[in-house]
Nanobody, 128 residues
Framework: QVQVVESGGGLVQAGDSLRLSCAAS????????AGWFRQAPGKQREFVAA????????HSADSVRGRFAISRSRAENTMYLQMNNLKPEDTAVYYCAARPYNYRVSMVYTDQTDYQIWGQGTQITASS
């Protein structure tokens, strides 16, 4: 079964760090276009960060650039989102997404409609 499952969410204080995990099954996330999105209460889901299939390119939203970093582990077949210096405005449900079919290996996909597989989401709450 092709799927992704997020974990690592929780309640943190502003300024804390947290790492989200996205465990893949049924495909290899290490060489697949993948990304992270988030949805805050009352807002639409928005792009956070993404990585190209070949790992050569990454892109992140202006709001998290310099604080969040995306990475992947071949051995664990898992993608990560390292989040540093969390702010209250980072509070949201975070989703992992992947595009294991028909992707260009060097392209970073930032539109949620580009992704074929989604996780169930994990809640991050950063309190001030």
């Amino acid at each position: 079964q092709v799927q992704v499952v997020e974990s690592g969410g929780g309640l943190v204080q502003a300024g804390d760090s947290l790492r989200l995990s996205c465990a893949a099954s049924g495909f290899t996330i290490h060489n697949t276009a993948a990304g992270w999105f988030r949805q805050a209460p009352g807002k639409q889901r928005e792009f956070v960060a993404a990585v190209a299939g070949n790992g050569g390119n990454t892109h992140s939203a202006d709001s998290v650039r310099g604080r969040f970093a995306i990475s992947r582990s071949r051995a664990e077949n898992t993608m990560y989102l390292q989040m540093n210096n969390l702010k209250p405005e980072d509070t949201a449900v975070y989703y992992c997404a992947a595009r294991p079919y028909n992707y260009r290996v060097s392209m970073v996909y930032t539109d949620q409609t580009d992704y074929q597989i989604w996780g169930q989401g994990t809640q991050i709450t950063a309190s001030s």
